[in-house]
C-alpha cells in the first residue's frame, strides 16, 4: 500500500469516528429530553389532577368529567411498596405511552365499575413492576376521590391474550406492560397484574 492510500484510510477513518461520535451524542441528547419531557410532564400533571381535586372539594355541586380525549388526564396511579406512581391518561398512542400510563379504550374508566386496563412501557414508568407482588397495594386517585386496590395474581401471557382485558361486574384494574422487562427489541410477552378494589 502506498503513502497517499495509507492516508486517504486514516483520514477515512477519522471522518467515520467523528461521525459515529456525533451520532451517539445526538442520540443520547434526544433519549435525555424524551425523559426530561415525560418527567417535566408527570408533575404538571399531577399538579392539574390536584386542582381538580381541590375544585371538587370547594365547589362540592361541580360534576367533573374525566378527560377522555386522547392524552387526557384521568388521574394518578401509586404503588408505594415499589416506588412506582404515574400519571394515568387517555389512550394509548406512543406519545401518550411516552408521558405516563394509558388507559386502554374500551375498558372500564380508572375508578368506575368494571376492569380499567391501563398500559405502560417496561423500560419507563412501568419497569418498577418487576417488583410488584400479590397482595401489594395500590392507590388510584382521580378527580373523584381515592380507591384502594389489593394485587390479586400477576401472569405471562402471549401478547394476542386479549382475556385479562375482559369486562368485570367488579372495580378491578389490570396493569398490563411488555415482557421480560430487560429484552432488548420488542418483546415476546406481555406482564400483567389484577387488582381489586377493596
Request: glycine residues 10%.
Amino acid at each position: 500500500m502506498t503513502g497517499l492510500e495509507t492516508t486517504r484510510i486514516e483520514r477515512s477513518l477519522r471522518w467515520s469516528g467523528r461521525l459515529l461520535f456525533i451520532t451517539g451524542i445526538v442520540a443520547l441528547g434526544y433519549v435525555a429530553f424524551t425523559l426530561l419531557d415525560a418527567r417535566l410532564y408527570q408533575v404538571s400533571a399531577k399538579q392539574s389532577l390536584e386542582n381538580q381535586i381541590q375544585l371538587a372539594k370547594t365547589q362540592p355541586g361541580i360534576r367533573l368529567s374525566p378527560m377522555i380525549k386522547e392524552g387526557g388526564m384521568l388521574g394518578r396511579l401509586d404503588i408505594p411498596r415499589i416506588g412506582l406512581s404515574v400519571a394515568v391518561l387517555q389512550g394509548t398512542s406512543p406519545r401518550t405511552l411516552r408521558l405516563g400510563a394509558g388507559h386502554i379504550a374500551g375498558s372500564a374508566l380508572p375508578g368506575m365499575t368494571g376492569n380499567s386496563a391501563i398500559a405502560g412501557h417496561r423500560d419507563t414508568f412501568f419497569r418498577a413492576l418487576k417488583d410488584v407482588r400479590e397482595q401489594d397495594e395500590l392507590e388510584l386517585l382521580t378527580p373523584t376521590g381515592l380507591s384502594h386496590y389489593r394485587v390479586d395474581w400477576i401472569k405471562v401471557i402471549a401478547p394476542d391474550d386479549l382475556s385479562v382485558l375482559a369486562g368485570s361486574t367488579q372495580t378491578e384494574i389490570t396493569l398490563v406492560t411488555c415482557y421480560p422487562f430487560y429484552f432488548l427489541g420488542a418483546a415476546p410477552n406481555r406482564f400483567v397484574v389484577r387488582a381489586h378494589r377493596y
